[in-house]
């Protein structure tokens, strides 16, 4: 999924249980298995994860614009009370172990790895859901979010 949906979903829970930090800290980390275990398009890191520099810049440029554009949103949207950032940074974890692993591999990180892309992932990969329902989803989940960031606001 895109860091726009996982960020912003992580900000709203944030913004709904800003007076329970712990509580918001762990829904936001696990929201982003939440998020992945439905279909989704995501855009294409290869060349950064195969150190392909003389190829990655346009990797590099989307995973800043979205990261960007997500902040961008929050700040928006939101309150902007420290806990939604946490939040929404919070929801990158996975996502980032996975990174961390292909850097620096190891059993625990190689645990996580399986269980984050080849089970959570791969429920939906091994189906060949339509584009439609995959982008769907994350605009689903983008909608939803926004509401509830402007909800409590």
């Not at 895109?2 to 329970?20: E, R």
């Not at 998020?35 to 890191?45: C, K, R, T, W």
């Not at 974890?93 to 625990?108: E, G, Q, S, Y």
Request: hydrophobic share 55%; aromatic share 12%; glycine share 4%.
């Amino acid at each position: 999924m895109i860091l726009l949906a996982h960020m912003l979903f992580g900000a709203a829970i944030g913004a709904l249980l800003a007076s329970n930090p712990i509580l918001a800290i762990t829904l936001a980390f696990l929201g982003h298995y939440f998020l992945d275990a439905f279909p989704h398009i995501e855009y294409s890191i290869d060349n950064i994860r195969h150190k392909i520099w003389g190829k990655a810049l346009p990797d590099i440029s989307k995973v800043i614009l979205d990261f960007a554009l997500a902040i961008f949103c929050i700040s928006l949207l939101s309150e902007n009370h420290p806990i939604i950032y946490i939040c929404a940074l919070v929801t990158l974890i996975p996502d980032a172990l996975t990174i961390i692993n292909d850097r620096f591999p190891n059993v625990l990180l190689g645990l996580h790895d399986h269980m984050h892309t080849r089970q959570i992932h791969y429920l939906t990969k091994q189906k060949n859901f339509p584009v439609f329902w995959k982008i769907f989803t994350q605009a689903v989940a983008i909608i939803a979010s926004v509401a509830l960031l402007v909800m409590f606001r």
